[in-house]
C-alpha cells in the first residue's frame, strides 16, 4: 500500500469523493494576515471541507495564526497535505506556524486521518511546535503520518515518540485507541537511537500497515529493537528501509526473526542495505519456510550479493510457493537483485529456474563475481570480518580534530605508484593526475594548488557565461586531485592510507575556496549543477546519452566526506547531493562502500 497520491488516500480512508481546498504548487509566500486572506476565505467558504493542501508555498507565523482561524470553524477537516510548506523560514518561525494551525484545528474538534508534513527541515525544533497537536484528541483518529525529510534526527524522534505515546495512553482512556495504519518517516538521520525510540511507539500501537523508514542510518543494533517492535504489528503490509545498514548476516537475521510474524506482508525493501551474500543466505532460509505467502514485491538490490546466494534465495522462493500451492507459482511480480554480484552466468541460473515466471526478475549483468569460489575458500568468514571493519569505521564517525589529521598527514610521504619528474608544475600535474605527479608539486602542493584555483576568477562585475566556466574548469582540477584519493587508486581504505589523507587536506581546501566564491556570486546552483554531473548523478544537458563519470568515484565520495564538515558548505548543495546519492545504486562493490560512508556523513552533521 502506498501513500503517494491523492488517490491512495482516500482509498485508506476508504472515500472517493471529498470536498477539499488545494494551493498545490502555486508558490505563494505568505507572510502577513493580509497574504493569507485567499487562503482563510477559501477555507472558511468550503463547506464541509475534508481536505486542506498547501503544498509547495511557504507560511509565515502571521499567515500560520489566521489560516488556524479559519480552521478552527471546519471540525469536519480530516486531511492535511502540508507538505514542503516552509521554504525560506527561519527554524524559529516554524514551531510556532505550526502551532497555530494545529491550535485551530483543536478548537474545531476535528479528527484528522491524514498528516503530511514531508519535506520540511524543521528539525527538532519543528516537533516542539507539534507536540501538543500530536498529544490532542484532533490526532487520535490518525491514520497516516507522514514525516519524511524533516532532519528530525534523534532529537526529533525523542519528541515525537513521546507525544505519539502520550496520544495512545490518553485515546485508550477516552476509548477509542490510537490505530496509526501508516508511518513515514525517511531520511531523517534517526540512527540506532531514533530508530528504538520510535520502536516504543510501534510496539504500543500494534495497528500498522505500511512502515517506512529509508535512509535513517540504521545498523543492526537500532535494528535489532525495530524489527522486534514489528513484529507485534501483525498486519504490517509494506516494509521499507531501503538505504539503511543491516550489515551481512548479523543484521539479516533480525528481519528473518521478523518475518514468520508478518503473514500479510506484501512488500520488503531492502534495497541497498549492505546484506551481502551471507545476508541474503540468512533471509533465503527464512523466505523458504513459506510463512510469507502474500509478497508481492521483494527490494534486494545493490546489496553486494553473489550469485551463490541469489540462486539461494530464488529457490527458496520456489520452495515456498511449491509447499503452499503444491505448484511452484509464485505470488511475487517483482524481485528486484538489481546491481548485485552475480555475473552474466549467475543471471541466467536464476533466469532458468525461474522458467515461465522469469520477468518478475528484475536484474542487469554486473562486475560478476569473484575469480574465487567464495564457499570453498572461506570467502563468507572474510566478508564477516570485512562488515564488522567497515561498521566500525562508519559508526564512530570522524571525530578527531582534523586541523590536527592534516598537519599530521603533511609530514607523511606519499607512496609512489608511478614515477614522476621532481618539481613538477601545476600544469604538469593537471595534464597527468597520478599520484606520484602529486608527490612531485612538493611541500607546497595545497598553497600551489589553492592558487592555481584563484588564478582564473573573474571579476564580479565579469559575464554569468564567464563565472559558469571558471567554476565547471575549477571543479574539473578539485576531480583530478579528488580522484587520488579512495580504494581504487591506492589501494587501501582512504581512512588508512597516508597518500590518501593528504590528497583529502588539498581537496577540503579547494573545496572551501570553490564555495566561497560561489557564495560571493551567486553561483551555487552552477557549482551544485557540475558536481553532481562531474559524480555521473545526472546527465549532462547536451549529451543526453551521458551518465556515469570519468573520475575516480571513490576518491570523490572520500573528499566529499571531508567536505561536508566545511562551515561555508552550502545548505542546498547538501541537499542536492543527498537527494541524487540516495537514487544512486552502485553496481562497484567500492562503490558502494564509498556511498554508505559518505550518507552517514550526511546522518551525523
Known amino acids: 500500500m502506498s501513500v503517494n497520491d491523492v488517490d491512495d488516500l482516500t482509498k485508506i480512508l476508504g472515500r472517493v469523493n471529498i470536498s477539499s481546498v488545494s494551493f498545490a504548487g502555486k508558490e505563494l509566500k505568505l507572510n502577513t494576515e493580509k497574504d493569507a486572506e485567499e487562503v482563510a476565505n477559501a477555507i472558511t467558504s468550503c463547506q464541509n471541507m475534508e481536505k486542506l493542501n498547501l503544498e509547495g508555498n511557504t507560511v509565515g507565523v502571521e499567515a500560520a495564526r489566521v489560516i488556524g482561524n479559519a480552521l478552527s470553524s471546519k471540525p469536519e477537516f480530516k486531511i492535511a ?45 519543528g516537533l516542539a511546535g507539534l507536540e501538543k497537536f500530536i498529544r490532542s484528541p484532533s490526532c487520535h ?201 552475480f555475473g552474466e552466468e549467475g543471471i541466467k541460473q536464476m533466469q532458468s529456474l525461474l522458467g515461465d515466471q522469469s520477468d518478475i526478475l528484475r536484474v542487469e549483468d554486473d562486475e560478476g563475481e569473484d575469480d574465487d569460489d567464495e564457499e570453498n575458500s572461506g570467502g563468507e568468514e572474510e566478508e564477516e570480518e570485512e562488515e564488522e571493519e567497515a561498521e566500525e569505521e562508519e559508526e564512530s564517525g570522524d571525530e578527531k580534530d582534523e586541523s590536527q589529521t ?17 618539481n613538477m608544475s601545476v600544469e604538469q600535474f593537471l595534464g597527468s593526475p597520478i599520484p606520484s605527479s602529486f608527490v612531485s608539486l612538493g611541500k607546497e602542493r595545497k598553497t600551489v594548488l589553492l592558487d592555481r584555483i584563484k588564478m582564473g576568477q573573474p571579476k564580479s562585475e565579469g559575464s554569468d557565461e564567464d563565472k559558469e566556466k571558471y567554476l565547471e574548469d575549477a571543479l574539473e582540477i578539485v576531480m583530478k586531485v579528488s580522484s587520488l584519493a579512495g580504494e581504487n587508486q591506492l589501494g587501501h581504505a582512504t581512512s588508512k592510507n597516508d597518500s590518501s589523507c593528504e590528497v583529502l587536506s588539498c581537496t577540503t581546501a579547494l573545496y572551501e575556496e570553490l564555495f566561497r566564491w560561489a557564495i560571493e556570486s ?84
Not at 592534516?406 to 621532481?422: H, I, M, Q, T
Open 81 to 125: 497535505e502540508w507538505n514542503n510548506m516552509f521554504s525560506g523560514r527561519m527554524k524559529t518561525e516554524i514551531p510556532k506556524a505550526l502551532e497555530y494551525l494545529g491550535d485551530g484545528i483543536i478548537a474545531a474538534g476535528a479528527r484528522l486521518t491524514t498528516l503530511i508534513l514531508s519535506d520540511n527541515a524543521f528539525g527538532p525544533v
Open 522 to 605: 551567486d553561483k551555487v546552483s552552477v557549482l551544485t549543477n557540475c558536481l553532481l554531473v562531474h559524480m555521473g548523478l545526472i546527465k549532462q544537458s547536451e549529451d543526453k546519452k551521458r551518465k556515469g563519470t570519468k573520475w575516480n568515484l571513490d576518491g570523490i565520495m572520500a573528499s566529499l566526506e571531508k567536505a561536508l564538515r566545511l562551515p561555508n558548505f552550502p545548505r542546498s548543495t547538501k541537499d542536492a547531493l543527498e537527494c541524487f546519492l540516495g537514487k544512486f545504486n552502485p553496481v562497484v562493490p567500492s562503490h558502494q562502500k564509498s556511498k554508505h560512508k559518505l550518507m552517514t556523513v550526511f546522518y551525523s552533521i
Open 141 to 341: 483518529s490518525l491514520n497516516v503520518l507522514q514525516l519524511n525529510n524533516n532532519g528530525l534526527g534523534i532529537q526529533g524522534a525523542k519528541l515525537l515518540s513521546n507525544a505519539l505515546l502520550d496520544a495512545i495512553e490518553s485515546s485508550k482512556k477516552l476509548g477509542k485507541p490510537m490505530a496509526l495504519k501508516v508511518f513515514v518517516a525517511g531520511r531523517n538521520r534517526l540512527e540506532n537511537d531514533g530508530a528504538k525510540l520510535l520502536a516504543r511507539v510501534f510496539k504500543e500501537m500494534k495497528t500498522l500497515e505500511e512502515i517506512s523508514m529509508p535512509m535513517n542510518g540504521i545498523y543492526h543494533q537500532g535494528l535489532s529493537v525495530l524489527t522486534g517492535a514489528l513484529i507485534d504489528n501483525p498486519n504490517l503490509r509494506v516494509i521499507d528501509l531501503n538505504d539503511n545498514t543491516i550489515g551481512g548476516q548479523k543484521g539479516a537475521v533480525h528481519v528473518a526473526n521478523m518475518l514468520p510474524h508478518l503473514k500479510h506482508l506484501r512488500k520488503l525493501n531492502l534495497g541497498d542495505c549492505l546484506l551481502k551474500t551471507s545476508g541474503a543466505v540468512v533471509l533465503a532460509e527464512a523466505l523458504s519456510r513459506g510463512n510469507n505467502k502474500e509478497l508481492e514485491e521483494l527490494y534486494m538490490d545493490s546489496n553486494e550479493i553473489k550469485a551463490s546466494a541469489g540462486l539461494k534465495l530464488v529457490k527458496a522462493l520456489l520452495s515456498s510457493a511449491t509447499e503452499n500451492a503444491g505448484s511452484a507459482n509464485l505470488s511475487l511480480r517483482v524481485l528486484d537483485l538489481n546491481g548485485n554480484q
Open 406 to 422: 592534516e598537519k599530521k598527514d603533511e609530514e607523511k610521504p606519499l607512496k609512489k605508484k608511478e614515477v614522476a619528474p621532481a
